[in-house]
């Protein structure tokens, strides 16, 4: 090779193959991975088509975050010549020299690559920091694609409440862990990694569940400590007035009876909730404490004629639509003595009127 890259690299073998190891500068990306904007055919390509729209999310990742982000290592073949060259200190460590002729083939990573270098034109000064980059000898299409399948395949995606209950930059993920651990109830039946349940379930409710629900009660507000201070006191007087969370907690109902036979553990109805809750932050003057207390009189049996095409579809199954969380909060809101906004009026016109009432 008379002209080559020069990686300072960690030798490693996998399935009795060689592989390599390099932390490489974000701004040699671009020259590393230049666009192919030509179509090509997805039987002929590496891995999958670039989506363009994930691309500004991940840069703003970065550029907001500039001091604390993180990323994992990008996979790439090396389509041409190249020589790993061992150092003296350990035949596992040296410099791989890489022709100029030769591509490298990017085989998992695109996005995170596309959007580093976005971020660049806005922060340049990023350029100097490193990405580890996981580098194997191409053995052709097929085996291109195979990595980026086996690479993607077994992924599992992390759960939204798992999600946000690791979340430290999303504020409404802070104030939703935060309400949930106040509220001695929400924080004993809370399952704070899935976000479905069982039906035998030691839980009964889901961080994200929660999480969805606040967001409607901020109504895109940004949360500071007088919005956590309100929604504890929220959530702990409405958990002090649903009878059936309280028969729980005493054991004279179990989880499977509260889930079969009652609507209050359903999602539906905690975003429903937190709808509520929306109009007692919005008027600080409304006696909070005794308006909630009328959820005691609330009949919340699945069978009751009052959720009907609200919460409960033809066929006995829940509905979970945003309509259905509108509608629901709606008859709470009827049941407590809350009056309607002339929006709730009209989806509540438009609701009976399709029941011909």
Request: charge should be neutral.
């Amino acid at each position: 090779m008379d002209f080559a890259y020069k990686f300072p690299v960690v030798r490693g073998i996998q399935a009795g193959r060689e592989y390599y190891i390099a932390m490489v500068p974000l701004r040699m990306l671009e020259k590393m991975f230049p666009s192919e904007n030509e179509y090509v055919p997805p039987e002929y390509r590496a891995q999958r088509k670039l989506n363009e729209s994930r691309i500004p999310v991940i840069s703003r990742y970065i550029t907001e975050n500039k001091n604390t982000y993180v990323f994992s290592a990008l996979a790439a073949s090396i389509d041409g010549e190249f020589e790993f060259i061992s150092s003296n200190e350990s035949p596992d460590t040296g410099i791989l020299e890489v022709s100029l002729d030769a591509r490298f083939l990017i085989n998992d990573g695109q996005h995170r690559k596309a959007a580093i270098i976005d971020a660049l034109n806005e922060k340049p000064e990023l350029g100097n920091e490193t990405i580890s980059v996981v580098l194997y000898e191409d053995a052709g299409l097929l085996r291109s694609q195979q990595i980026f399948t086996d690479l993607n395949k077994h992924a599992v995606k992390t759960s939204n409440s798992i999600a946000e209950l690791y979340d430290s930059r999303d504020s409404v993920a802070v104030i939703t862990r935060s309400v949930v651990s106040s509220v001695a109830f929400l924080n004993e039946y809370t399952d704070k990694e899935k976000d479905n349940l069982g039906k035998y379930s030691s839980n009964l409710f889901t961080l994200n569940t929660f999480y969805s629900s606040i967001k409607r009660t901020i109504e895109g507000n940004a949360p500071d400590i007088m919005m956590q201070k309100f929604l504890n006191k929220f959530w702990n007087c409405v958990a002090e007035n649903i009878i059936q969370w309280n028969e729980v907690s005493k054991k004279e109902i179990s989880k499977v009876d509260l889930r079969e036979n009652y609507i209050v553990t359903q999602g539906v109805v905690i975003q429903a909730l937190g709808q509520v809750g929306a109009y007692f932050y919005k008027n600080p003057d409304v006696d909070m404490n005794k308006k909630l207390k009328a959820l005691r009189k609330i009949n919340w049996k699945r069978s009751a004629p009052i959720w009907k095409y609200r919460v409960i579809r033809a066929d006995g199954k829940i509905l979970t639509s945003n309509k259905a969380i509108f509608l629901t909060a709606n008859q709470i809101k009827k049941e407590i003595g809350i009056s309607l906004t002339p929006d709730e009026e009209r989806k509540e016109k438009q609701y009976l009127e399709s029941l011909n009432i």
